[in-house]
């Protein structure tokens, strides 16, 4: 019986281990914003209630875009990629 509950928790205990989503850390930015920008993640923006000018892609691939809003609500706000220089 104890050898069965032993079993039965050590095969539970190594499924869970795949069963719990993985979180990759982003690496650190390429690049800097231009002044007035903020630097935030990219990500996927199919469903957003908000409109973009500018490109929205993450060109150099790093995860990272810079935003700055161009109306007080932030509706609209530009998207470029962080492509200036690190200090």
């Given at each position: 019986m104890f050898t069965k509950l032993a079993f039965t928790l050590m095969l539970v205990v190594l499924l869970?281990?795949?069963a719990v989503?993985?979180?990759?850390a982003m690496s650190e930015p390429s690049g800097n914003?231009?002044?007035?920008?903020t630097l935030e993640m990219a990500m996927d923006h199919d469903n957003h209630h908000h409109s973009h000018v500018g490109t929205d892609?993450?060109?150099n691939g790093d995860g990272y875009?810079?935003?700055k809003p161009v109306t007080p609500s932030g509706k609209i706000h530009v998207h470029v990629d962080n492509n200036l220089p690190s200090n």
């Open positions: 869970s281990q795949f989503p993985t979180v990759f914003c231009a002044p007035g920008f892609a993450d060109k875009i810079c935003m």
